[in-house]
């Protein structure tokens, strides 16, 4: 993959010049397109040294350049959706260099962040926000009286979510003074799917009849403007000034190639829509462990192969939680709804309520997207519906906004769910099996990356409902393990000579273990990968407060603060959840 990527810094005469977008703004037009190649060179080479997101910035590197060139940044609000496509605009605004330390700890985030720069008028990470806060911005800058332009960028893939319309209905009415750029490269993460996604392929590309172009966009009252080929400056700059000028809401399509510039990722826009860092040649090869999701991947096709059921819906993840298999063996039971989490909830629970087995394949950090339709429409009637919770936990470095450190608080206080924590994969499988038998809603939230390699046997049977197991039995303390931190645990655990339990279930407890616990110990630890407000350790403490018991109570998890971006292994150190930050923590409340 990452052959034709330079090695070497790059020559970059005329970037070396441009440290901020008031000095893009003295070069001449004609200049542009130079930069633009050097602009390109760089972001390949510096993704090559850090990894992190590729094909989407590639794609916005002219419009990147022109939007800089035309608008006054920062005094003018410009909101990149999702973050994806922002290296380009980092790089122009003073962040070159550092991007040689992007996605690393103390480094660049990968996302536009506030506080990082002037020039990142808001965090983004999720996608279809941009809309609803250039719109902010808009209105504010009119009551106050400012001249300052507002612009949304926002891909076609974003446009899919329901919040995008919803902006876009609220701007039409106020008639505020903004730009909404439709970057339409046919791409999300995965191909776009959906009616939308054929409305855009269909209907708004250059050379077709202009009488249906941007029928919906104007349905709305937007001023349609496009399509433009946003690689062109000839086109690209007239077009984005004469929108940019134009009063009430306006909307510029451009049309756009994912990976521009580069061959590979223009050939393969889902393979280099994010890429890992160029390893040295000498470099020891990583092992091949299978990923918690590919371990989810081999069960949902397993079982769907015996329980015609079954269905899979994901919110535009499906190479993330390795539905791959799943949406090639079994088509007509594969359900992709693109970018709208809240809808897949409540699409799962449709089919419930109609006699099927839905399994909603989510990662933990968008299911907060989708919070009150688990609640409403699936919770509250009790629906028979799996939330396979991919990437819960700390997620390295992707950074805090897509950590998912709050599933557990947010999905255990709902009467009747059911939440699962794998240790390993092949309790994981297990685990899967468990909740897809049990008649209810219910949920296994499992980490991103690989555990531990253990050899998954599928015939293992499902676990008895709210059953611990103990791994050791040791004196003084006994920690109570929820999740994939078992081997951290275990070490401090041997170290110690401590009692070791792996809980399995947060909801429902395996209370007689804690009791059993709580009698023989002077001290019980809880060890998660999760917030410690509100996590599995709240729920022990809420139960021994109940039974009136005095066991003192030790929670070890992610602290009250946000875990910026680094590696996973740095993290959980910096948390104290590393196997010596478990010894530790745990050595100072015995008072050894």
Known sequence: MHSQLPTQRPQTPL???????????QLKTEQLP?????????????????GGHFGAGLGVVELTIALHYLLETPKDHLIWDVGHQSYPHKILTGRREQMLSMRQRGGLAPFPRRAESVYDSFGTGHSSTSISAALGMALASALQGEKRKSVAVIGDGAMTAGMAFEALSHAAHTRADMLVILNDNDMSI???EGGLATYIANHLKPGLDGATTGALFGALTFDYHGPVDGHDFDALLPALEHALNSPGPQF??????KG???APAESDPVGFHAITKIEPLEAPKKSAKAKFCNIFGRWICDTASRDERLIGITPAMREGSDLIAFSEQFPERYFDVAIAEQHSATLAAGFACAGMKPVLAIYSTFLQRAYDQLVHDIAIQDLDILLAVDRAGLVGEDGATHAGLFDIAFMRC??????MTPSDEQELYRLLKTGYEHLGP??????RGSGTAVEIDPALSALPLGKAETKRTGKRA???NFGPLLPQAQAAADALNLTLVDMRFVKPLDTAMIEQMAARHELLVTVEDHAISGGAGSAVAEYLELRADLTPLLPLGIPDRWIEHASRTEQLKECGLDADGIREAIEKRLGR
Not at 15 to 25: E, G, H, K, M, T
Not at 39 to 47: A, H, I, M, P
Not at 414 to 419: D, E, F, N, T, Y
């Open 15 to 25: 970037l070396d010049r441009i440290d901020s977008p008031a000095d893009l703004r």
């Open 34 to 50: 130079l930069l633009a190649d050097e602009l390109r060179s760089w972001l390949l080479y510096s993704v090559g040294v850090t």
């Open 190 to 192: 995965s191909p776009n």
């Open 252 to 257: 510029l399509h451009l049309v756009t190639r």
């Open 260 to 262: 521009k510039g580069f």
């Open 414 to 419: 709902l009467p009747g769910m059911v939440i």
């Open 442 to 447: 219910a949920a296994v939230r499992y980490p």
């Open 478 to 480: 006994a920690i109570l």
